[in-house]
């Protein structure tokens, strides 16, 4: 078993900043990628910022440049640094992560944590 914990959120006014952290535990071989996604009510999940074990990272265009992605291998956590929020950032965010299980570590699966809240006020 694989589970994704997913902290930080909070309210925070227009401008300020949050750092989201999501610790990946249980039976992992290795994992191949971590990544944010957020989903407004009505609307499809949409990919924040994503960090592959090479270090590479790409990030939403509406995102860019205010927010920052970044992972911890020897804690399997990856880390999304928030800054300058808009009211728009409001939302649930959502850890994924792709790993590898002891299990059967030949296939990474697909995990997903639970979202944790952002508000932003204006």
């Known amino acids: 078993q694989v589970q994704l914990v997913e902290s930080g959120g909070g309210l925070v006014q227009a401008g300020g900043s949050l750092r989201l952290s999501c610790a990946a535990s249980g039976s992992i071989f290795s994992i191949d990628a971590m990544g944010w996604y957020r989903q407004a009510p009505g609307k499809q999940r949409e990919l924040v910022a994503h960090i592959t074990n090479g270090g590479n990272t790409n990030y939403a265009d509406s995102v860019k440049g205010r927010f920052t992605i970044s992972r911890d291998a020897a804690k399997n956590t990856v880390y999304l640094q928030m800054n300058n929020l808009k009211p728009e950032d409001a939302t649930v965010y959502y850890c994924?992560?792709?790993?590898?299980?002891?299990?059967?570590?030949?296939?990474?699966?697909?995990?997903w944590g639970k979202g944790t809240l952002v508000t932003v006020s204006s």
């Open positions: 994924n992560a792709a790993i590898r299980t002891s299990v059967a570590p030949i296939f990474a699966v697909e995990y």
